[in-house]
């Protein structure tokens, strides 16, 4: 029998808007992966309508509109998880591109935020000589963990791989896209994962708890966990999307320009449960 940890997840939107602007969030688990959604509800202040649709990733998208003047969004969930950190295997190997799974094809080209292309030459010559498979990536993300600086306000939402890698500053989503550059650069299928991480047998972090980003990596027959901005394995990860970058996975899309007064993540244990 498997053992699992109960955590409560979720997060907080209050807007101003001088209209009623129609939105996309993304804050809700994914349903393809090692998590059970005890209980879930949302909360709107106006209550008003909404309904989810699923991506061309798979991803749970809910639609809703922001109204005119101040509103709250509230999603809350109540998950269980696996008590283990993500698995990893030292021996898994890469694949020639003509081995690679067609639907793992989308996952080594260009993207908005991930510039392969750009950094190419600059992968090969970091990483060309590292023995390929599970250590090539972990030393992808080894060097990424040491050349970027956590800092919020260094990088905005029009940041490439190609500008964190010149100016070695950036926030959780910049590591995620500059480790997903050298891999595709070099072959490898790296996709674009975002979600709660929560602080669960480590010891607390000194930042406000935040939405987190890392990556999924094919080699031999199989999705792996890396993590560059924290660079170790983790318990309690909880997938709300994937894609090819940020930019599929934004956890608010909105068809105008509400103003964000604020905004609260929370990923904890669950110690009532």
């Given at each position: 029998m498997e053992v699992t940890r109960r955590l409560i997840?979720?997060?907080?939107?209050?807007?101003?808007?001088?209209?009623?602007?129609?939105?996309?969030?993304?804050?809700?688990?994914?349903?393809?992966?090692?998590?059970?959604?005890?209980?879930?509800?949302?909360?709107?202040?106006?209550?008003?309508?909404?309904?989810?649709?699923?991506?061309?990733?798979?991803?749970?998208?809910?639609?809703?509109?922001?109204?005119?003047?101040?509103?709250?969004?509230?999603?809350?969930?109540?998950?269980?998880?696996?008590?283990?950190?993500?698995?990893?295997?030292?021996?898994?190997?890469?694949?020639?591109?003509?081995?690679?799974?067609?639907?793992t094809l989308i996952y080594i080209l260009p993207s908005r935020f991930c510039?392969?292309?750009?950094?190419?030459?600059?992968?090969?010559?970091?990483?060309?000589?590292?023995?390929?498979?599970?250590?090539?990536?972990?030393?992808?993300?080894?060097?990424?963990?040491?050349?970027?600086?956590?800092?919020?306000?260094?990088s905005s939402a029009w940041t490439t791989a190609a500008d964190v890698q010149a100016s070695g500053y950036g926030v959780c989503r910049d590591f995620t896209h500059l480790a997903i550059s050298f891999c595709r650069a070099l072959n490898i299928p790296a996709r674009y994962v975002f979600g709660y991480l929560p602080e669960i047998d480590i010891p607390p972090l000194e930042l406000p708890m935040d939405f987190a980003a890392w990556m999924e990596v094919y080699l031999g027959d199989r999705w792996w966990t890396f993590d560059p901005r924290n660079n170790e394995r983790r318990k309690g990860r909880v997938l709300i999307g994937r894609g090819r970058d940020a930019s599929d996975v934004a956890m608010a899309t909105s068809f105008g320009a509400p103003l964000l007064e604020s905004m609260i993540v929370i990923a904890e244990e669950d110690v009532a449960g």
């Open positions: 997840v979720g997060c907080e939107f209050v807007h101003e808007s001088e209209a009623d602007v129609s939105t996309v969030f993304q804050v809700e688990p994914l349903s393809d992966q090692k998590v059970d959604v005890i209980h879930e509800r949302w909360s709107l202040e106006p209550d008003g309508p909404t309904r989810t649709y699923s991506d061309l990733y798979g991803n749970t998208c809910r639609r809703l509109i922001i109204p005119t003047g101040r509103s709250v969004i509230n999603y809350r969930a109540t998950v269980a998880v696996p008590d283990a950190v993500e698995a990893v295997d030292e021996e898994a190997s890469e694949l020639t591109p003509d081995q690679l799974p067609d639907e510039l392969p292309d750009v950094l190419g030459a600059d992968a090969w010559e970091r990483f060309g000589s590292t023995p390929p498979g599970y250590r090539r990536v972990r030393a992808i993300c080894d060097y990424v963990h040491d050349h970027l600086q956590f800092e919020y306000g260094a």
